[in-house]
């Protein structure tokens, strides 16, 4: 039996036992990094409705809290995400549960292009369908060699029109359209070289890549790396010279804020910043 309909088969078969146990995320919250982990490892970590109020509300949560620096979305089990559970998509089901399924998947990439902080997926698992849609969309991707990325909805008649959406996104439009129409995966280093995945990481060095970065980014002023995603994602499906002329516009407004005189005051000065981390404006004493 082919290998990504057995994986669609097992998960659907598993989901119905699962539902009643304890929550399907984790979230755990130190040192400015938020962590969600897909935690239904029994149903392949299903973007089922359930899951899917779950994460949009965690992913959702603390953005007014100056201690939230980075967001990690993780899972357990064998898949990071086997896409949506399609239990809920049979015949018995109605528009209004269709409707649900994809409008909540919409919500949850909405939700990691507003964040005001970037969103990093760490992969050491497949990421199927929905769940490679999920990676897709995060502002950083990493995960293990042994990962594979794949969507395989035609193989069981769903073609993957909004999973494409976002893989269409990172990754050269030949490959897309390689994934969508033929379901076959691409290997980590096959995604890395394709733009889908940032870096491929030895399973006992992930965690440790996965901090560098996020303390990296911790590092910077949390206003300055707020505005600067919230513009990139603003600027970067416009015409270049309609983008070169908003960009003008940010760098100006910009160099108003106090983060960033006291940017530039440390690097002449040859001392560490003291960040605010708030979009306060600058105020010559």
């Given amino acids: ?8 088969l097992q998960y ?44 949009l509300k965690n992913l959702s949560a603390d953005w007014e809290n100056k201690d939230l620096r980075v967001i990690v979305l993780d899972s357990e089990g064998p898949l990071f995400s086997a896409g949506h559970n399609l239990n809920e998509m ?9 409707n649900e399924i994809f409008e909540l998947a919409s919500k949850i990439m909405f939700a990691i292009i507003d964040c005001p902080v970037p969103v990093i997926a760490k992969v050491k698992a497949g990421a199927f369908a929905a769940g490679c849609q999920l990676v897709a969309q995060c ?29 269409a996104r990172c990754v050269h439009p030949m ?30 060095d992930i965690d440790k890549e996965v901090d560098h970065i996020c303390q990296s980014i911790m590092s910077k002023s949390r206003a300055i790396i707020m505005n600067g995603k919230r513009f990139y994602y603003k600027q970067v499906d416009l015409p270049i010279k309609e ?37 306060e404006p600058y105020k010559n004493k």
């Fill in 1 to 8: 039996m082919n290998f990504f309909r057995k994986s669609f």
């Fill in 12 to 55: 659907c078969s598993v989901y119905r036992r699962c539902m009643s146990s304890n929550s399907l995320t984790k979230v755990a919250f130190a040192n400015g990094i938020k962590t969600i982990t897909l935690a239904s490892p029994q149903t392949r970590n299903t973007l089922s409705i359930s899951m899917e109020k779950e994460l």
């Fill in 90 to 98: 049979t015949a018995k089901n109605n528009l209004e549960i269709y």
């Fill in 139 to 167: 502002d950083i991707a990493l995960c293990t060699p042994n990962c594979k990325f794949a969507t395989p909805g035609a193989n069981v008649g769903i073609f993957c029109s909004t999973p494409g959406i976002a893989i």
């Fill in 175 to 204: 490959v897309t359209r390689h994934m969508l129409f033929t379901g076959l995966p691409l290997t980590a280093h096959e995604a890395n070289a394709n733009g889908l995945i940032f870096k491929v990481c030895e399973e006992e």
């Fill in 243 to 279: 983008a070169f002329k908003l960009g003008e516009k940010e760098m100006i407004n910009t160099l108003s804020l106090k983060d960033t005189q006291e940017g530039i005051d440390c690097f002449l000065q040859k001392r560490k910043p003291q960040w605010c981390h708030s979009s």
